[in-house]
């Protein structure tokens, strides 16, 4: 079966021309949207007796004039992690969103409160770039040793004598 592919080739250059440009728009107005281990912040893991709906904790927080966080399940339904991005001036955050929580109904059993540095990020970013080189280090290495070596196809032929 002998299938066509090279007539879809401008169809597909648009649609991958059209999606880098969107890419590349979207960084620039929008930038990119670091996690927690990037940024720095403050991580708070509270136990409830009973199960509580996450969607009315993050509107707790969003009232209170809370921005860029995140709040999600930690292991069992019960747990809840609340990691929040770090707040200048505020070394007390984390007491400050237990304590909003307790007074709002949502008492619980404050498990930890941990910062994290911004230099967890740096590292893991500083070991991604090496290992994308070392990567493509080797791919370079390949396409160079596949392209240069004679294929042992080619190796026969010459060997072989000549029916002239």
């Known amino acids: 079966m002998n299938i066509n592919f090279m007539r879809f080739r401008k ?34 893991e509270i136990q409830y007796e009973d199960s509580v709906d996450l969607q009315e904790i993050r509107g707790v927080l969003s009232e209170n ?18 990691k929040i991005a770090d707040q200048p001036g505020n070394s007390s955050l984390g ?31 500083d070991q991604g770039g090496l290992g994308m080189l070392v990567a ?3 791919i370079l290495l390949y396409v160079c040793l596949l392209y240069t070596s004679p294929s042992p196809r080619d190796r026969t032929r010459s060997r072989m004598p000549s029916s002239a």
């Open 11 to 44: 169809i597909a250059i648009t649609i991958s021309l059209i999606l880098f440009v969107g890419s590349i728009g979207s960084i620039f107005t929008k930038g990119l949207s670091l996690g927690l281990d990037f940024s720095g912040g403050t991580l708070v």
């Open 65 to 82: 004039g809370y921005e860029d966080f995140q709040v999600v399940n930690f292991g069992s339904s019960l747990d809840v992690l609340i």
């Open 95 to 125: 007491d400050q969103i237990f304590t909003l929580l307790s007074s709002n109904d949502f008492e619980g059993e404050l498990k930890r409160i941990e910062f994290v540095g911004p230099q967890i990020g740096s590292e893991l970013r």
């Open 136 to 138: 493509l280090g080797m």
